[in-house]
């Protein structure tokens, strides 16, 4: 496929995504709710969506009194197939595009419950997981490409993975790291189906990120790390960066990503770990 050359393109231009109409999942707080909120800020028209649509409306409502322009909001289960493709269309009825999929919806390990090792976890609990986590990402992602394909301007899938693919924190995990470990292959495999449609599939990898599901998840970790202090400032304390991140440190990095600074890669990870991966 050939591509515009953007050697003499202006920097400015490069990270606006002005005409451009994105979706993030999982929209209404924390990573969701950063990424859509610098998509906004690049010029894009957002559709927040979430479980939580009264969370959403509020989001929406208040991206569009900060940077003008538009954010609608919609309640999405990415459980259910029919809710997902509903939300792509929802993008193409509204703002005529859909050039942006952000599959930021997920969950996490937060209660003491959560964390099985293998030989005692139930079919529900893995189960569960993976039907958010692996199988809602790719029914986003088979949704989005669908409507991109048909509407022959190319675009960028972000799926969302995490560092516990590489380093595992600790016994409890094998559920949760199944199902980002799963992400990260569809991610590459989907790069390969699409690259030839113009259709550009980047996966994001945070570490440790203070956001709302994590706060709850603190009483766990607290336990964990020996009942010694905060466990985000212990951990973070591990890191090279010496923090644990923040959301729009990862909000950021999706920019880069769907923006066209990166119109040459596909089908990679984005490591945003502070160093975690390599102590």
Not at 167 to 173: C, D, E, M, R, S
Not at 240 to 250: E, N, S, V, W, Y
């Amino acid at each position: 496929m050939t591509a515009a050359d953007l050697t003499n393109t202006p920097l400015a231009d490069l990270t606006s995504l002005a005409g451009r109409a994105a979706v993030v999942t999982g929209a209404a707080k924390g990573i969701g709710l950063a990424v859509a909120s610098r998509f906004a800020e690049a010029g894009a028209d957002v559709v927040i969506a979430d479980i939580d649509l009264a969370s959403a409306e509020k989001a929406a409502a208040d991206l569009v009194e900060r940077f003008g322009g538009k954010a609608i909001a919609t309640t999405v289960d990415v459980r259910r197939t029919e809710q997902v493709e509903a939300l792509a269309d929802r993008s193409v009825d509204e703002f005529g595009r859909l050039d942006i999929w952000a599959n930021i919806a997920g969950v996490y390990p937060v209660k003491a419950e959560d964390f099985q090792v293998t030989p005692d976890m139930t079919d529900d609990a893995w189960r569960g997981l993976m039907d958010i986590n692996l199988d809602g990402t790719y029914r986003g992602a088979r949704a989005a490409s669908k409507r991109m394909m048909d509407l022959g301007n190319g675009g960028v899938i972000l799926n969302t993975i995490s560092t516990t693919v590489n380093k595992v924190p600790a016994p409890g995990f094998s559920h949760y790291i199944a199902s980002k470990g799963g992400v990260q292959a569809l991610t590459r495999s989907l790069a390969v189906e699409l690259g030839g449609h113009g259709i550009r599939v980047l996966a994001l990898c945070p570490t440790m990120v203070a956001t709302p599901g994590m706060t709850e998840q603190k009483p766990v970790l607290t336990e964990a790390f020996g009942n010694q202090g905060d466990p985000w400032e212990i951990y973070g304390s591990q890191l090279p960066l010496g923090r644990i991140a923040q959301a729009d440190d990862i909000a950021r990095v999706a920019l880069f990503a769907a923006s066209d600074l990166a119109s040459f890669m596909s089908g990679t990870t984005l490591d945003i770990d502070a160093g975690d991966q390599i102590v």
